[in-house]
């Protein structure tokens, strides 16, 4: 059974630009949730998607959006980057019961300059 | 809302002796509650959960929890340790209630075998 895939694993972007990120979840999950790590604010929890709708939203700004498609796969968008977006993004999927098994990608990193 | 606390930022152990990592939550309501690793440059992996029932969980490479409830705390700990076991550690709640995937981490433990 294949993981959590997200693509790409690395990013470069410029302040200003826009970034959108890939995840795609283990067969049969319905539920994707993004998170972004920082070494100053460590793991803190952007948006759920599950069957297609955003059931759960942190506390980031508007110009952190996501979607996700009829085959359960999920994009996050970042748009007019700062330096601050900086992070390793994770992005983690499970069936949507919330009984507690979420399954991790590996992340993208992305680096704003 | 829920929020955890891991009061040891960092833990240095020496090879095959015993450690606790250190994790408090706070919640108004009922909580699911974990342990994840993270490896350098790697997502996170569970290590263990604790939903209901039996207060001790097993986990695996061998770590355990034991939930108290009256304490608020969720500790984590492997009576002897491996060099392997050297990463980042992360405690997380989440809200029992259905429909709620959202995990509140600590702001992590790393864990680090002396040999």
């Known amino acids: 059974k294949a993981g959590v895939t997200q693509t790409p694993r690395y990013l470069i972007k410029t302040r200003g630009q826009q970034v959108t990120l890939s995840c795609s979840p283990i067969?049969?999950?319905?539920?994707v949730s993004w998170y972004q790590q920082t070494p100053g604010q460590g793991l803190q929890f952007l948006f759920e998607?599950?069957?297609?709708?955003?059931?759960n939203k942190g506390n980031f700004p508007g110009r952190f959006s996501g979607r996700q498609f009829s085959n359960s796969r999920s994009e996050m968008n970042v748009s007019t980057l700062e330096l601050g977006d900086s992070a390793l993004y994770l992005c983690?999927?499970?069936?949507?019961?919330?009984?507690?098994?979420?399954?991790f990608g590996q992340g993208t990193r992305l680096t704003v300059v | 809302a829920q929020s955890v606390t891991q009061l040891d930022s960092q833990v240095p152990v020496f090879e095959e002796a015993p450690v606790e990592l250190r994790c408090n939550y706070s919640?108004?309501?009922?909580?699911?509650l974990f342990w994840y690793v993270q490896y350098p440059n790697q997502g996170l992996q569970l290590l263990l959960k604790?939903?209901?029932?039996?207060?001790l969980v097993k986990g695996i490479n061998g770590f355990e929890a034991e939930f108290n409830k009256s304490q608020t705390s969720f500790h984590l700990r492997k009576p002897s340790v491996h060099i392997s076991d050297t990463a980042e550690y992360f405690c997380?709640?989440?809200?029992?209630?259905?429909?709620?995937?959202?995990?509140?981490f600590g702001t992590g433990t790393r864990l680090t075998i002396i040999p």
């Open positions: 983690a999927s499970s069936l949507g019961g919330s009984r507690g098994r979420a399954f």
């Open positions: 067969s049969g999950h319905r539920s």
């Open positions: 998607y599950f069957s297609e709708t955003q059931r």
């Open positions: 919640s108004s309501v009922s909580v699911y």
């Open positions: 604790y939903l209901s029932g039996s207060t």
């Open positions: 997380a709640v989440s809200g029992s209630n259905f429909g709620n995937e959202k995990l509140t």
